[in-house]
């Protein structure tokens, strides 16, 4: 297996954007924090946002904001920290036509790309900066004097000099303190969002609400059945973030340890593997792309439908009197 290089602030040079105007277009979490990162670092960023609270929040922040049409036409690097499924509308009308030869436009995903959504013209760079973490903690560590790893790509290099620009936009958020590495803008889009399906998000819910379930239907305290299968996973997830998997193999009890070379086999059999591997493909031939989108111009009718059922599931429920049991007066 071919190790990658990481890159750190020692290797990289913010010259390349010296003189240049960087337009954040968005200010959510992600665009806040990298806006005020970039700023915090020397740089000369606007903000393209919708008038709103974030418009707002910019404002409050000490930067000039404007329409997301105004500052791709004002901007040398554009920015696009919008929700994913919002770039390609976005683009065609507010961005694309205040793009001329020598921009340069970045994305925190490679979403939109990978996936045709976002089509830039000829005679502009298309790089992406993606930091692994959210805008709170790349902000936060930031300002600590450090920061989250990061992953830049290069899709597209008219000026020469595009992965400089990529490697320099990763220095000014921060990321170049933790490391950088590098990838193509496909490989990052189709490991995010594995990884979010498989692990993070569809996988880590399910299994914390199926675990629960058959708890309380086996008659143990939903109170506990909660701290057991919900609120400790924080607690052990910490502990490889630290450390790896060995060492919290090696930091929990033998007893847990030894359940999960015991049972973790009996319930996580192969034949989840295999459907893993029926997921990515669909991830990889953009059919999972195609139906988000599809939904996301649908208004997100099922989307909004789900989020409504799970907050109304026994575990949300009795997860929110447990915090509040807890929480501080």
Not at 5 to 12: P, Q, S
Not at 23 to 49: H, T
Not at 57 to 74: I, L, P, Y
Request: proline share 4%; aromatic share 6%.
């Amino acid at each position: 297996m071919k190790q990658l290089t990481i890159l750190h602030d020692d290797a990289v040079e913010l010259s390349v954007l010296k003189g240049k105007t960087i337009a954040v277009l968005g200010y959510g979490a992600q665009g806040r924090a990298q806006a005020l990162n970039m700023r915090d670092s020397g740089l000369s960023v606007i903000v393209g946002n919708r008038p709103g609270k974030s418009e707002e929040k910019a404002k409050q922040d000490g930067f000039t904001v404007m329409s997301v049409a105004e500052a791709s036409r004002q901007g040398d690097v554009l920015m696009i920290l919008l929700p994913d499924e919002i770039h390609g509308p976005v683009f065609d009308k507010e961005i694309k036509p205040g793009l001329a030869h020598g921009k340069t436009i970045v994305t925190a995903h490679g979403f939109s790309v990978a996936f045709g959504q976002v089509k830039a013209p000829a005679g502009v760079d298309v790089i992406m900066v993606a930091p692994k973490g959210p805008g709170n903690e790349v902000r936060k560590l930031f300002l600590a004097g450090f920061s989250t790893p990061g992953l830049i790509a290069v899709q597209t290099d008219v000026s020469g000099h595009a992965r400089t620009t990529a490697l320099a936009i990763a220095k000014a958020q921060g990321l170049t303190r933790a490391g950088v590495m590098e990838c193509t803008m496909a490989q990052e889009a189709c490991e995010d969002i594995f990884g979010e399906q498989n692990v993070l998000c569809g996988g880590m819910v399910d299994l914390m609400k199926y675990a629960f379930e058959v708890l309380v239907e086996a008659g143990y305290p939903p109170e506990i059945a909660y701290f057991e299968c919900v609120h400790e996973v924080k607690l052990v997830t910490d502990l490889v973030h630290n450390g790896g998997i060995q060492w919290m193999n090696e930091v929990i009890s033998n007893t847990a340890e030894w359940g999960e070379y015991v049972n973790g086999p009996k319930v996580f059999t192969p034949d989840i593997k295999e459907r893993m591997k029926a997921c990515l493909r669909e991830i990889e031939d953009g059919t999972f792309a195609r139906e988000w989108v599809a939904e996301a111009q649908a208004g997100c009718p099922n989307l909004k439908a789900k989020r409504e059922a799970i907050g109304k599931h026994p575990v949300e429920i009795t997860g929110k009197l447990v915090r509040a049991l807890f929480s501080k007066k």
